[in-house]
């Protein structure tokens, strides 16, 4: 996640007419199989439960999400947050004292606003009575916020929750180097001139070399594009692959774009800037173009580059959760529910990026579905090699049998019920702010296609992973 | 000090460590010629490149034999005559190894410089073919590349190596005595220049792969791989494969140049050398080095040296000629039978022949946090030993845990060990006052003080609250085990495991069993102690054990010839000149004044007159004033942080002249000298052999060597009776038997061995 930092997209060429042709190819036999799948009896009719509460979401929106470097670079995380929270404020008309908690998600944290949940909500003018806290959980960090939302409706302590999740990768925290931080705070300390004098003699040239955020995994050392590339590698999947998986994700996404479909984005004026109304990330290149960038991890014959990778991004978002009484009583018509999750973690070194692969058969079981009850699955996209081999890994028994200790695979899921929007990808991935967009590409696409039940699955450093199942609300 | 490194880094290339994979199938080949035929080597073409892979049958390892020379011309040939191959690409099918060097059995089987000359004349024209390929050859390494692995890997036009801790390159030739004989003399230096070369050469030391990258001992580097479609070996090895056929591809269709960019500082290096008289220097400078740290005791530093010269003063063809020829006066010495018999013994000893233990030892529980305890902690916790290290005060427990934790940082400091996998490892130790969790400890190894009604009470405490299987280990390196086990309810469990301090830098563990100890202890400890990288013998009960008894008498002999009037510093450099590592008062001072003391007396009571020579009231003495050695500061020498040079202790002297003994002028040359303290020390080895103390020779070379610093060119007391001749030592013997009487009277089984020239301990 944080290896991006050092690749962007601004590179890459602009639209070609044949790629988008290209793309359109498996979207148009995609409907027939989508209706054939719909005739299936599902499994269950719905996940509700005896004697436990039903969650909804009413509404989420996001701000759109850019390009890190451009519109949003002068500002800070709370503001890209605030308007996330705004925008919903306005999208749902909820009353701002009756919101009962905030919750958000972030990754690499601006000191100044540690609880950057507390510092948003006060400047979106929700109720200063209102409490907020921040969770970080790498890539999975909004979707934290929402299971700590919907555990905290569950359990009867709150009825009302926003949660939502902030990235701004514009601006990171660079540090002085521990040794001239140490001298630093003695010095604050220092009572004598001649104490201060005796340590500003410590002083060296070196102190001065500025300390950068980490690009690697902690544990390993590695970072994630270079695990990426091995992870590929392990699962055998080739370049041409990879580029193509990357051109599918930008091509769709344009196409939503196109046609509106991605209606949770919010307009946002950029104080001092034109409004921005729309992701401008999304630029479907050609093969040809794709093939001549060098790898960008492991050089000089790597299959990852910076065009089949997830960029750097800036956004936010948020969702508006409820306890399902209280939505209705409220006059709400709820989009969708949330039911089950899982959170799975397993070796951040060599299996750091499968966290689908393990999560997706956990959920399934725990909710007593199975693939072929899924109608929408929105996986997050950290770079086209980690979305196939995790689709590999899926379809693997030998995979399931031997490093998950299940009898059998629990299948890959049809590539035209995947990520049919776009993926982080082409839309963009704001660490902290990509699980609350997953959840509402699911719960609009059900809407929109009908269908029942949506998967939402995300990869995240540590080695974590994270599912969830999101089940359409009745019309 | 090349002898003790040399044997410090034995262990670097014994073949254990790539023995460790699973065995790996053989994949099925696209197209091969003459499969059925060939048992070591096949090849594909994929293509128009030629997979030639290497795999050698009912081995773990790969190893450079005729029969894999003879496979491997007749695939070459086919290769350069086809014309459907333009490149090809050399690749091992076992993981974990490349090749690791020649075959030794075939050196040894080899009676005459001239057999030996033979065999690494035609691997130097084969070699020298393929360097000379005109379709580009590029050798894929995963594993192990040492000596004519090596030798083969840079005579070809590209290598490409994992970056697995498992792939390793070097030249471990000079480690038994040899050279690299394939080539390696004349191709490394023009590789990685002549310094680096010298070091790999003289040092034997592994290159890790990432360090070969920055050498340009290869030129690529592949990542190994975690689990996808296949097992993670399995797939690395075809990875690898993918990887190397398209630098092949490249380098055919010259896409790729074999050439490398040097840096600046490479540069400079080669146009200094480049000048004759730097390079003069060079040669002077190293070989004064070679010399004062093998005291003309090993004869390969040298010759290398020599042949390097040659090739490069003189050209290679007489450089060529000069490295077999070495090649062949080297396999013959003395000094290589010796380094490659411990090579052997080394490798032996590296096997549990107990076979597995019922219960494996995962919960480990040591007593004691001193010197030892700690260093058994330590080299227990980094092998995933979760282990419980316990002292009766917290500062005793904190300088224990203290020590573990700098021993794993020093690591980090080389880069050998990640802060994180240090505090994972870390993690593995759990630090304790009590006794609380001993209930599921499978192991527990007591390192308390030498004394036995302490190790009787911690016995029975330790008994009430382990669980029945737990086995229970004592580290001492003089009480005998079955006095340590009569106070235990189940003596069957109970079983000596002597380690040599410091811990983590000695790799012998001498594991002693009494007659009710059961097999499945011995296999447990044995199990335990190769888990924490030991080399093991494994030695009946009795006073000393084996390896204590042996030195017992030599340190005797010591205080007799200080006492005799030679200074510390002259007994020192006259046992470092014959090949110990250390010298004889010096080692005094390490092991401790009170401990050489204590053994002394202990053993001295047990095995009297023959025991006997030099007055334990020096050791009292010195005892008295504060002298221990080392850990007191003072002993023969005075000891300070941080100065190197250290200086004798003047105070010594007058305890010396206040003891003095008659020296006997006729037994007291340098030469009697040096060997009055040798042949008491294999005098006593054989003895324990005889008596059944050792099980076999190689244990007793083994020991001797790895635990005690008996000079590795001479092989161990045993090898070193073979080689020089029982009668020889016989007959120093009786020789110092006139002078001194019983202390040297050679035992029956020496007596046989040289009444017999036909018997011989290694045959």
């Known amino acids: 996640m944080t290896s991006l930092l050092t690749y962007t997209f601004k590179n890459l060429p602009s639209t070609s007419q044949w790629a988008l042709r290209f793309s359109m190819r498996p979207l148009s036999c995609s409907s027939q199989l989508r209706a054939a799948a719909d005739v299936q009896t599902k499994s269950k009719q719905t996940l509700a439960k005896p004697n436990i509460r039903n969650i909804v979401v009413v509404d989420g929106v996001r701000t759109p999400f850019l390009l890190s470097g451009t519109s949003y670079k002068d500002l800070m995380p709370h503001d890209l947050a605030r308007a996330a929270l705004s925008g919903l404020l306005h999208r749902t008309s909820v009353p701002k004292d009756v919101v009962d908690y905030i919750i958000f998600g972030t990754v690499i944290q601006e000191v100044k606003t540690s609880n950057v949940a507390r510092e948003a909500a006060l400047g979106a003018g929700f109720s200063d009575k209102t409490p907020a806290h921040t969770v970080t959980m790498a890539c999975i960090s909004s979707n934290q916020a929402m299971t700590t939302a919907v555990s905290l409706i569950a359990s009867g302590q709150c009825d009302v929750v926003v949660a939502g999740g902030v990235e701004l990768m514009s601006d990171v925290p660079i540090r002085h180097s521990r040794k001239m931080r140490k001298m630093m705070l003695d010095l604050s300390k220092a009572k004598t001139l001649g104490q201060r004098l005796s340590l500003i003699s410590k002083f060296r040239l070196n102190f001065l070399s500025p300390e950068l955020p980490a690009v690697a995994e902690f544990s390993t050392n590695e970072t994630m594009g270079h695990s990426a590339d091995r992870l590929a590698a392990a699962f055998a999947i080739s370049r041409l692959e990879q580029d193509e998986y990357a051109l599918r994700s930008h091509s769709l996404a344009k196409k939503a774009q196109d046609e509106g479909l991605l209606s949770d984005v919010v307009p946002f004026k950029v104080p001092g800037k034109d409004t921005v109304t729309q992701d401008n990330g999304i630029r479907p290149s050609s093969l040809e173009q794709m093939a001549k960038l060098k790898p960008a991890f492991i050089k000089p014959y790597g299959t990852v580059t910076a065009a089949n990778s997830s960029f750097l991004t800036d956004g936010a978002s948020a969702v508006l959760i409820l306890a399902e009484e209280k939505a209705l009583a409220m006059g709400y018509k709820p989009k969708a529910y949330l039911r089950d999750f899982m959170y799975v973690s397993q070796d951040p070194k060599d299996q750091l990026l499968l966290g689908p692969t393990y999560a997706t058969p956990k959920v399934l079981e725990k909710a007593g579905l199975t693939m072929n009850d899924i109608d929408a699955f929105e996986f997050h996209e950290a770079f086209s090699g980690q979305i196939l081999a995790n689709l590999k890994a899926m379809d693997s028994d030998w995979f399931a049998q031997n490093y998950m200790g299940r009898k059998a695979k629990v299948g890959s899921p049809p590539l035209e019920k995947f990520n049919i929007w776009g993926g982080s990808l082409s839309l963009g991935h704001p660490f902290g702010a990509t699980g609350c967009r997953l959840v509402m590409a699911a719960a609009n696409r059900l809407q929109k296609e009908g269908g029942q039940y949506g998967l939402v699955a995300a990869c995240a450093a540590g080695g974590q992973g994270h599912a969830m199942i999101v089940e359409a609300y009745p019309k | 000090m090349v002898a003790s490194r040399a044997v410090g880094s034995l262990s670097r290339f014994t073949p254990s460590r790539m023995l460790r994979c699973p065995g790996y199938i053989c994949r099925n080949f696209t197209k091969s010629s003459a499969l059925l035929n060939r048992t070591h080597i096949n090849y594909g073409v994929k293509g128009d490149v030629a997979v030639i892979r290497i795999n050698s049958p009912n081995s773990k390892v790969n190893t450079l034999g005729q029969e894999l020379h003879s496979e491997f011309i007749e695939v070459m040939n086919e290769v350069w005559s086809s014309n459907q191959i333009r490149s090809a690409v050399l690749i091992s099918s076992k993981p974990g190894c490349f090749i690791a060097g020649a075959d030794l059995n075939m050196l040894t089987a080899c009676t005459t410089p001239q057999e030996v000359i033979q065999i690494s004349q035609e691997a130097q024209k084969m070699f020298e073919k393929v360097e000379k390929s005109t379709k580009p050859i590029v050798a894929a390494i995963n594993g192990s590349c040492l000596g004519g692995g090596l030798e083969l890997a840079i005579s070809c036009q590209y290598r490409i190596a994992t970056k697995d801790k498992k792939t390793v390159l070097g030249s471990p030739e000079v480690l038994l005595g040899i050279l690299p004989g394939a080539g390696g003399t004349q191709r490394l230096p023009k590789m990685v220049g002549v310094p680096a070369a010298f070091d790999m050469m003289l040092t034997g030391r592994g290159i890790r792969a990432d360090r070969a990258k920055k050498m340009g001992l290869v030129d690529q580097l592949v990542e190994p791989l975690g689990p996808g479609i296949k097992p993670p070996e399995e797939r690395t090895i075809e990875y690898l494969e993918e990887v190397a056929i398209t630098f092949a591809k490249g380098l055919a269709d010259k896409k790729i140049s074999p050439k490398r960019d040097k840096g600046l500082v490479e540069k400079l290096t080669s146009y200094a050398l480049s000048i004759p008289f730097v390079r003069q220097q060079i040669y002077k400078k190293v070989e004064e080095k070679v010399r004062k740290q093998t005291k003309g005791l090993y004869p390969a530093p040298l010759k290398i040296i020599d042949v390097v010269k040659t090739g490069i003063e003189q050209g290679s063809d007489a450089g060529y000629l000069s490295e077999s020829q070495k090649f062949g006066e080297l396999a013959m010495t003395k000094e290589s039978k010796a380094l490659m018999g411990l090579y052997r013994g080394q490798t032996l000893c590296k096997k549990n022949k107990f076979g597995a233990p019922q219960k494996e030892v995962k919960q480990l529980a040591i007593l004691g946090a001193g010197l030892m305890g700690a260093g058994i902690a330590q080299v227990s916790v980094d092998k995933g030993l979760q282990t419980t290290l316990k002292d009766a005060t917290l500062a005793a427990l904190g300088r224990g845990q203290q020590q573990v934790f700098k021993g794993l940082n020093d690591k980090v400091k080389k880069k050998a060990l990640t802060s994180f996998e240090r505090d994972a490892f870390f993690s593995n130790l759990t630090g304790q006052l009590d006794y609380q969790g001993f209930e599921k400890a499978d ?312 009444s017999s020239p036909n018997k011989k301990f290694y045959q």
């Not at chain 2, 002999?557 to 002259?570: A, F, N, S, T």
Request: proline share 5%.
């Open chain 2, 443 to 754: 192991m527990v190894i007591e390192a308390v003080f030498e004394d036995l009604s302490l190790k009787h009470k911690v016995l029975k405490e330790v008994e009430a609250v382990i669980p029945d299987h737990c086995v229970f280990a004592s580290n001492t390196s003089a009480l005998p085990i079955n006095e340590i086990a009569a106070v235990s309810k189940r003596p069957e469990k109970v079983i000596g495991m002597h380690y040599f301090s410091p811990v983590d830098k000695m790799q012998l563990l001498e594991i002693i069993t009494t007659p009710k100890t059961s097999k499945d202890t011995t296999a447990s400890a044995v199990e335990v102690g190769l888990k924490q990288g030991k080399v093991i013998i494994v030695v009946k009960d009795g006073p000393g054990f084996y390896t204590t008894r042996c030195l017992a008498p030599m340190m005797s002999e010591v205080i007799r010839i200080l006492q005799e009037g030679v200074g510390p510093k002259k007994l020192d450099s006259l046992t470092t000149s014959f090949g110990f590592p250390v010298g004889a008062a010096t080692l005094v001072d390490e092991v401790g004044v009170d401990v050489a003391k204590h053994v002394a007396e202990n053993l001295g009571k047990v095995f009297g007159e023959r025991f006997a020579g030099g007055s334990l009231e020096v050791l009292k003495q010195m005892i008295s004033k504060g002298f221990l050695g080392r850990k007191s500061g003072k002993g023969f020498y005075i000891y300070r942080e941080g100065v190197k040079n250290k200086n004798l202790n003047s105070d010594i002297d007058s305890i010396l002249a206040g003891l003095k003994m008659p020296s006997q002028p006729d037994v007291s040359s340098d030469e009697d000298i040096q060997y009055r303290l040798v042949t008491r020390f294999v005098n006593e080895a054989v003895l324990c052999l005889q008596e059944g103390v050792l099980a076999t020779p190689t244990e007793g070379d083994i020991g001797a060597v790895f635990g005690l610093g008996f000079p590795p060119c001479l092989g161990g007391p045993f090898r070193f009776v073979d080689l020089y001749g029982a009668q020889k030592i016989v007959d120093r013997l009786r020789k110092y038997e006139a002078a001194y009487g019983k202390q040297f009277t050679p035992c029956q089984l020496l007596m046989d061995h040289a």
